[in-house]
């Protein structure tokens, strides 16, 4: 089992609907999670950091946490063209210098 | 955030030689580290960067082939060395302020073609 899972997509969506990015981890004593997006040929930029149970929300995005189901999603509400990027999840593992462990990311396209 | 430079941001280099990347942080940070990005694929962890004193490799990459340095808490170095075609990635420098919730920050990358 891979620590850090998610579906590589294409995950297509229309201008202003929700984009629901999903992702799994293995590691049960994880303690933080992160968004990053990544667009072409750009190193990720974080855009959603989340430590705790339940949903936190900035803006358009918005992060849930379930701990318990080792779950952490990533909503867009009103998605954009200008989303359209590949999104990577990013767990702390507990171990050592606490590092973290990406997923594959998801590729996120949002059509006009 | 903190602000991160990388040099260079790109390089076309011949099979056998070495480059070093160079990592700037404008300001003090705790942790530093380097990760590749190979075309279409996710990021990996090569090695976390002691201020100091050796740095801490991942299993898979050793110091004989990655060398790092990190003279100071806002600068580090990456070297490929003896390069062959399968070294061709993104190298990525990436600095955790210090704040207790580990948030991450990556520098622009430097795109490395070994020809």
């Known amino acids: 089992q891979k620590e850090v899972e998610q579906n590589s997509g294409p995950l297509s969506v229309p201008e202003g609907a929700i984009a629901s990015l999903n992702c799994t981890y293995s590691?049960?004593?994880?303690?933080?999670f992160f968004w990053y997006r990544q667009y072409s040929g750009k190193s990720p930029e974080l855009i959603m950091s989340?430590?705790?149970?339940g949903d936190k929300e900035d803006g358009r995005f918005t992060a849930q946490l379930n701990k318990a189901s080792q779950y952490v999603s990533l909503l867009i509400r009103d998605s954009q063209p200008s989303d359209s990027a590949t999104y990577l999840c990013?767990?702390?593992?507990?171990?050592?210098?606490?590092?973290?462990?990406f997923g594959t990311g998801t590729r996120l396209l949002v059509s006009p | 955030s903190a602000v991160i430079s990388q040099k260079p941001s790109r390089d076309i280099c011949q099979r056998g030689t070495s480059l070093t990347i160079q990592c700037q942080v404008d300001?003090?940070?705790?942790?530093m580290f380097w990760y590749r990005q190979q075309p279409g694929q996710s990021l990996t962890l090569i090695a976390t960067?002691?201020?100091?004193?050796?740095?801490?490799?991942e299993s898979g990459f050793v110091i004989d082939k990655f060398p790092i340095s990190r003279p100071n808490l806002t600068f580090s170095t990456l070297t490929v060395s003896n390069m062959s075609p399968e070294d061709s990635s993104i190298y990525l420098c990436?600095?955790?302020?210090?704040?207790?919730?580990?948030?991450?920050?990556f520098g622009p990358g430097t795109r490395l073609t070994v020809l």
């Open positions: 990436s600095v955790r302020p210090g704040s207790s919730y580990n948030e991450q920050f």
């Open positions: 590691d049960r004593v994880s303690q933080s």
């Open positions: 989340i430590y705790s149970n």
């Open positions: 990013a767990v702390n593992m507990n171990t050592g210098f606490q590092k973290l462990v």
């Open positions: 300001s003090q940070v705790t942790m």
């Open positions: 960067a002691n201020q100091g004193s050796e740095a801490t490799y």
